[in-house]
Antibody, heavy 113, light 112 residues
Framework: EVQLVESGGDLVQPGGSLTLSCAAS????????MSWLRQAPGKGLEWVAN????????YYVDSVKGRFTISRDNGKNSLSLQMNSLRVEDTAVYYC??????WGQGTLVTVSS | DVVLTQSPLSLPVTLGQPASISCRSS???????????LAWFQQRPGQSPRRLIY???NRDSGVPDRFSGSGSATDFTLKISRVEAEDVGVYYC?????????FGQGTKVEIK
């Protein structure tokens, strides 16, 4: 069974930093595209970042480019999202997603003073 | 960015009756391989999204056959043949032909 477990969500002040993690199991992590998506409270879904199976390529939505960094450790079956210069509008539930199909339960990031 | 426009945004349905959701794309979603990367997701209240349909019309494992997808290029439809109580939630179309991948606004399905 595919399992994706996110952690690291927290309350942070504008301008602050946070790192999210995702522990993956139940599939061959090293063969899978992985992504972070988010959903602001009461709003729709937004794709944030993608990373290739071997980590050789990363892709970001314009609103987070230069502030967020997606990375992976295939030896540990883990995915990360380093978030810097956080803004109020980054407040959302962040989901770890495998190949656009399986989703974790999400972790809440709140950016507020 | 590719804009996906769903309609209606709210869909009250009587139990046992059919429901249909439209998704229109601002650009063709046919990729360089000739495939179309359009999927449908269901998000029940308080839950993570779940993929129902991929590549326009392929049901994911465990998805009831009352759900079906159709369409081509820029026009797509999700149909529920007979709505059940467990189908309440928000439905999203999503494209991953073009980066950034984008979602429709969501259609809220509720029981009348």
């Amino acid at each position: 069974e595919v399992q994706l477990v996110e952690s690291g969500g927290d309350l942070v002040q504008p301008g602050g930093s946070l790192t999210l993690s995702c522990a993956a199991s139940g599939f061959t992590f090293a063969n899978s595209w992985m992504s972070w998506l988010r959903q602001a409270p009461g709003k729709g879904l937004e794709w944030v970042a993608n990373i290739k199976p071997d980590g050789s390529g990363t892709y970001y939505v314009d609103s987070v480019k230069g502030r967020f960094t997606i990375s992976r450790d295939n030896g540990k079956n883990s995915l990360s999202l380093q978030m810097n210069s956080l803004r109020v509008e980054d407040t959302a539930v962040y989901y770890c997603v495998r190949s656009g199909r399986e989703w974790g339960q999400g972790t809440l990031v709140t950016v507020s003073s | 960015d590719v804009v996906l426009t769903q309609s209606p945004l709210s869909l009250p349905v009587t139990l046992g009756q059919p429901a249909s959701i439209s998704c229109r794309s601002s650009q063709s979603l046919v990729n360089s391989d000739g495939n179309t990367d359009l999927a449908w997701f269901q998000q029940r209240p308080g839950q993570s999204p779940r993929r129902l349909i991929y590549a326009i019309s392929n049901r994911d494992s465990g998805v009831p056959d009352r759900f079906s997808g159709s369409g081509s290029a820029t026009d797509f439809t999700l149909k529920i043949s007979r709505v059940e109580a467990e189908d309440v939630g928000v439905y999203y179309c999503m494209q991953f032909t073009h980066w950034p991948h984008t979602f429709g606004q969501g259609t809220k399905v509720e029981i009348k």
